[in-house]
């Protein structure tokens, strides 16, 4: 009989799927832009994620679970810390959330309540490319600290994935934003990464195209 056990569980989507799913389908052949990043990406993801972490990668969506513990907490963010700057690193955006509750997975199978609440958090608060930690998560390691986390003016805490010494990753925000504000299902998104830039590399590092004009 399967025994569900209580795990801290992350939800991870990418953003932009479907758009390289069809682009890829439809590309020449050994003109594929995308499939060939995300398989890279999931080998290097693996390669660097601590044993005791579970990591599925299926589809647009990437799934880890862990103890529920504060070492293990710790692990996870890290995990998707450096999942989420590998993505950046080749222009993808992703989102989600990070919860706990019953789980259980093998190779073949996953049956999470821990999961549907991380999946909710990602559909319902993240918004922006950000991986949230939902509430009842940080209440119960309310009492350690982590350096993986930032907690936003919404009340949340996100993943901390820029890293003020990889300055590539402003010219990568920058590219992202100068290409995709004229976007309306973007712009909310990319202004977020912009700000979220500035706040982790210094005022004006990114250049916010004008909102306004006469």
């Known amino acids: 009989m399967i025994t569900l056990e209580t795990r801290i569980v992350a939800f991870v989507d990418l ?13 020449a ?48 963010c890290k995990a998707c810390r450096d999942l989420q700057s590998q993505f950046l690193a080749e222009s993808i955006l992703v989102r989600g959330g990070i919860s706990f509750g019953k ?13 549907v609440d991380a999946y909710l958090l990602e559909v319902e608060k993240a918004r922006t490319p950000r991986i949230i930690v939902s509430p009842d998560l940080m209440d119960l390691f309310q009492e350690h600290a982590t350096n993986f986390l930032v907690r936003e003016r919404d009340g949340l805490a996100f993943v901390d994935y820029l890293d003020p010494e990889d300055r590539n990753q402003i010219e990568i925000a920058q590219s992202l934003i100068d290409r995709g504000i004229g ?32």
């Open 15 to 27: 953003l932009g799927y479907k758009e390289m799913v069809i682009h890829d389908s439809e590309a």
């Open 103 to 115: 789980h259980f997975s093998d190779a073949d199978f996953l049956f999470s309540r821990g999961l």
């Open 183 to 214: 976007n309306p299902i973007l712009a909310e998104k990319l202004i977020w990464l912009g700000e979220y830039v500035n706040f982790r590399f210094g005022t004006a590092s990114i250049k916010l195209a004008d909102r306004f004009s006469s």
């Open 29 to 76: 052949a050994g003109a594929n832009q995308y499939v060939d990043k995300l398989y890279k990406i999931s080998k290097q993801v693996k390669g660097m994620v601590d044993p005791a972490i579970d990591l599925k990668f299926f589809s647009d969506c990437v799934v880890l679970s862990t103890a529920p513990v504060f070492a293990s907490f710790q692990k996870i």
